[in-house]
């Protein structure tokens, strides 16, 4: 966003210039001097006019360090953007471990840094991500060890969709991330409860449809109520109280929350990270009818059973009990119809056995059971010779194998080649130093008859310049020059007195 320079407000705090000390020899009715009124190293002095001869003003330079300019400019912004409304989109959001929330505030080409401190994150009512359109209200500063323009947000609140949605949205889908909303983690609520657990309202029409077809459906179910907010700021905090409660005193079999219906933020209450988290932590099973039937929050996906309004719970509660006259009756017919024919079996049992078909049967019984002993052991027999017959092959083998590796034999034959390499090795370095003189003489031969002495010792010779290039021409040595003739011992010097170069043939 430009500046709005128009604004007098504005220019007044961007365009007040620094304090100045000026030269105790100045004027007070000074004219304006170049570069603001001030003079810097090696500037001339500005001309006077014929009506001014006094001396030019002398006016020092006021230095400010980087933090007391930072301050004051911070001073200044805070008191001019103490409370101010922006609107952006988020980016860069980071969550530091103490809880801070850390953005950036987007829009266009322009972007604001964003702060939202810990004691303001947790009163959000959604959870800030990338991208989200968001309206922020706080109040504008300055970060000193960036000197970085920044916004301290009080609050924030989404765009479009409502902060109450989105912020349900988003618990539902962690929680869900977590398993709290898996059928496999619900329990079964009991067939026949004695007493149930009742959080709700301690008037209304609500506790007195409970009450009234629990009465009705099932004379003895015993009913304990624990008054609570059902709306308001207190109202997770209470039904976590009376969730403790019923978890503590072992009273009862369930427990029930029963809240009749409402706007959303009515029931904004059962949408609590905390109180999904206390009704999945219970013991005991948890029924939640709260709202009517179109109604969800957080506490119905968590609950073990979800009824759509409390008078649809009192009839799921006592379903059992309401029917269990006519289960007793099924299993009464039958058990009669069991008993029957059982008792028919019996009988026809009974007339088929006689005292001889019994002995007949045991004597059977008995000669099978011989039979199989004698079949065991004529296999344990078997087995028995079989693993003798493995074990003598083994032991043969083994003898065989040992009496093959003759120790005393092994021995001498070791002994033996141990001398002879003994033996090797000491003739090795003798025979070696021989061979290495011989090389050595080869080549101190190859080397003398490659040197270039050796050629000097046939009575050749080389001869040097004064400069000591090697002469390879009679017109390389000039007459009257001097030059060196290197013989095979010892060194002449000479002087050129005719040089005569010979033709070559």
């Given amino acids: 966003m430009e500046p709005d320079e128009s604004n007098p407000s504005f220019a007044a705090l961007f365009t007040r210039s620094a304090p100045v000390r000026r030269n105790r020899t100045a004027r007070s009715d000074e004219k304006a001097a170049p570069q603001l009124d001030l003079l810097f190293a090696g500037e001339p002095a500005p001309m006077a006019t014929p009506a001014d ?50 953005f950036t505030l987007k829009d266009g080409d322009a972007q604001l840094s964003i702060v939202l401190f810990r004691r303001q994150a947790i009163l959000l009512r959604f959870q ?20 970085q323009l920044q916004l301290i947000a009080e609050t924030a609140e989404p765009r479009g969709v409502g902060a109450l949605q989105i912020a349900f949205e988003q618990l539902k889908a962690k929680l869900a991330a977590a398993g709290l909303f898996d059928a496999a983690r619900k329990r079964p609520l009991p067939a026949f409860p004695h007493r149930i657990g009742v959080i709700t309202a301690a008037t ?56 009749g219906g409402g706007s959303a933020e009515d029931l904004s209450g059962f949408n609590s990270e905390a109180l999904a ?19 969800f929050t957080i506490a119905d996906f968590v609950a073990d059973l979800r009824a759509p309004t409390p008078s649809a719970a009192a009839e799921l509660i006592t379903d059992s009990q309401h029917r269990i006259e006519e289960r007793v009756a099924q299993l009464s017919y039958r058990l009669g119809r069991a008993a029957r024919f059982q008792l028919m079996h019996a009988r026809q049992q009974l007339a088929a056995l006689s005292a001889d078909s019994v002995f007949a049967r045991l004597r059977q019984s008995f000669s099978r059971r011989q039979q199989r002993v004698d079949e065991l052991r004529f296999q344990l027999e078997q087995t028995w010779q079989l693993r003798c017959r493995e074990h003598s092959l083994r032991l043969r083998q083994a003898s065989d194998r040992l009496n093959r590796q003759d120790v005393g034999r092994r021995v001498t ?23 290495r003189h011989a090389v050595l003489e080869t080549a101190s031969a190859q080397l003398a008859s490659l040197s270039p002495l050796a050629v000097l010792n046939r009575g050749y010779a080389l001869v040097f310049d004064e400069r000591g290039t090697l002469l390879k021409s009679a017109d390389d040595a000039p007459v009257n020059s001097m030059i060196t003739t290197r013989l095979a011992e010892g060194e002449l010097h000479s002087k050129v007195l005719q040089s005569t170069r010979k033709p070559r043939p």
Avoid: K
């Fill in 53 to 102: 001869t006094a001396p030019a003003p002398q006016i020092q330079r006021s230095i400010w360090t980087v933090q007391a300019l930072v301050n004051d400019v911070r001073q200044r912004v805070e008191a001019r953007y103490a409370d101010v409304w922006v609107e952006g989109e988020i980016s860069n959001l980071r969550t530091a471990p103490s809880g801070h929330i850390y």
């Fill in 204 to 259: 209304g029409a609500v506790i007195h449809d409970v009450v009234t077809i629990c009465a009705r459906r099932s004379s003895n179910l015993g009913i304990v109520i624990y008054p609570a907010a059902m709306q308001g700021e207190n109202c997770a905090a209470e039904v976590m109280a009376g969730l403790r409660y019923f978890n503590e005193n072992s009273g009862v079999d369930l427990i029930l929350i029963a809240r």
């Fill in 277 to 295: 988290l206390a009704i999945a932590e219970s013991a005991l099973p948890v029924i939640s009818a709260v709202g009517h039937e179109t109604d």
């Fill in 128 to 147: 800030p991500e990338d991208g989200m359109a968001v309206l922020v209200r706080g109040r504008v500063s300055v970060y000193e060890n960036r000197g």
């Fill in 413 to 435: 034959a070791m002994r033996a080649q141990w001398q002879q390499l003994s033996q090797r090795l000491a003739h090795t370095p003798e025979r070696m130093l021989r061979s």
